[in-house]
């Protein structure tokens, strides 16, 4: 199930959209695109370049083609998996990285394939968070503001889609930023929220 939320500028939770409908409509203000895939068997164990753009596109070449050339040019494309298992050594240095707000150079597709992902995206003077599960993909436009994060122990496998061949071209913001619920205490805070829309 997506989830959206919105913070203000101090980093308090302001407004919670579930409904595909309001999660769509409040992402296009800031120029993102939501989305879902079929999930299929997609065998990644080439593990890095054109091999692995081969493997994704021989499965979701449909999907890829309905994206548009901005978004997926199919002719120079760069794909990145992001997977991660509990008591993987690699995940706190990497999610260090992905919480430090950074724009990406070219567009950016996240397919989530397995487990849950939060994304903070600026949007004006606040931000918003989405949290996406297996099926879902966004589309983050070249120059947004950014974070992500898959929790304390992460159990997530995605696919990063650029729009240019160079791949992930990170560029740290060096924003001073609220302090934003990290993954494990916003799933919490939206469990408990909608547990008590549906007691009263």
Not at 159 to 168: E, H, I, K, N, V
Request: with cysteine.
């Amino acid at each position: 199930m997506v989830a959206l939320a919105r913070f203000d500028a101090e980093g308090q939770w302001d407004a919670t959209w579930v409904c595909d409908g309001l999660v769509r409509q409040n992402l296009a203000s800031i120029g993102v695109r939501f989305g879902r895939w079929p999930l299929r068997p997609l065998d990644l164990r080439a593990g890095h370049g054109r091999a692995v753009v081969q493997a994704v596109q021989a499965v979701y070449g449909e999907e890829l083609k309905a994206l548009g050339p901005d978004l997926f040019p199919l002719d120079h494309p760069a794909v990145e998996r992001l997977a991660f298992e509990p008591g993987d050594v690699r995940w706190p240095a990497r999610r260090a990285q992905l919480l430090r707000e950074h724009r990406q150079r070219s567009a950016e597709v996240c397919f989530v394939l397995s487990g849950n992902g939060l994304f903070y995206l600026r949007s004006g003077t606040g931000f918003l968070a989405l949290l996406c599960e297996a099926g879902e993909w966004v589309a983050l436009p070249a120059g947004l503001a950014r974070r992500f994060d898959a929790g304390d122990v992460a159990q997530f496998e995605a696919l990063r889609l650029f729009g240019q061949p160079q791949g992930d071209v990170a560029e740290p913001t060096d924003a001073i930023l609220p302090a934003l619920p990290l993954y494990d205490e916003f799933v919490a805070r939206l469990l408990e929220q909608v547990g008590e829309e549906l007691s009263e």
